[in-house]
């Protein structure tokens, strides 16, 4: 709420997310507008509103299992009718696994199950969840540091989907969902025309928008400074993001959804320009660069993803997959790059020293294809792969996104393995 004294330091950038989330962790309860209510339990859970209607509750999203239990007990202190719909506002198992636990509530109490409405997209993410659970398995586990991490699937799919814009009306209240791509395929924001709330989904989540994973299937940052500009077109005064508290009030609800189209548009434009001039991914990577103001917005921090990775999935986007370097169209393997550039430099250890000096004057880039060079000439020497461990460690520290510090900390935990 726009009194609240946390809401107040997290716009101003006095407070980290984490505060927030100890303090919603309980469950929390933001009463948004009349019979609307969003629980929050962590900023790491997409956020679920609760709308009461006369034919029962109608839910957006559902929390994931380790959370949907507290949500629904939650929303059941607030209101005990059955729920009549949920909305998926995208296919992302954060948003959509809940679902299981309001399935056995329906059964327990034998009522019907919720009917579930989305966006086309969400019934092929679920088929494509099926056919890359291995790959999905490993990445998560990698984003997030949780070995031996199973990716679910086989949940439930949506009973009725829809293209581009979805009205709905149901027990007196009117829903008007639109379809946009974003960080997904699939996404839906929400309109509730009477109070002028839109529940965005995950194109705001209080960090710089996810456009660029590195391991994920492409992202779409065009479309997603487009959708932002149709909501903006909205003129909501209540903004419920997909992630963290609720924004109450035209002016900051407007402010947000502005700042965040302006910083993609940014990235779009720019990197489009180099690229329609024929520049090589290189150039590109290293030209396009995001005016600090923008990252220093409370809501924009690179602490999720990184504008760099956005710049790599744009180009990706419009550009392909080839870099623009002749070596790289058809590359030599990497062990054999290695074990040549060890041989010419006078052995594997002379370049690892190289990269722990580069390293220690602040060259971490340079530092770390050094040393990945060294490390995979030299696989099983322990001293070189202490140097290379202690050069990601350095990289790892000197990164702001949650990202780029997980990738490169799978193959530090590895280097650290082998140094012994
Ligand atoms: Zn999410």
Redesign the pocket.
Known sequence: MASDPLFERLWNGNAPMEEWTTAVSHGAITPVADGIITVHTTYFC?SVTAIRTGEGLVLIDTAKPDTARRTLEVIRSWDESPIHTVIFTHG?I??TSGIAVIDAEADAKGVPRPRIIAHRNVKRRMERYVASQGFNSLVQGQQFNMSGYVYPVGQRQPDAVYDETLSLAIGGRRFELFHGRGETDDASFVWLPERRVLATG?FV?WVFPNAGNPRKVQRYAAEWAAALRQMEGLKPAILIP??GPVVFGDERALQMLREGAEALEYLVGETLALINRGATLDEVLHGVKLPPAFLAKPYLAAKYDDPEFLVRSIYHFYAGWFDGDAAHLKPARTAEIATELAELAGGARKLAERAARLSEQGKSRLAVQLAEFAGTAAPDDPAIQAIRARVLQTAIEGDSSLMGKAFLSVYQRQAQQRAG
């Open positions: 997409g992302h954060d948003h995950d989540i997909g992630h």
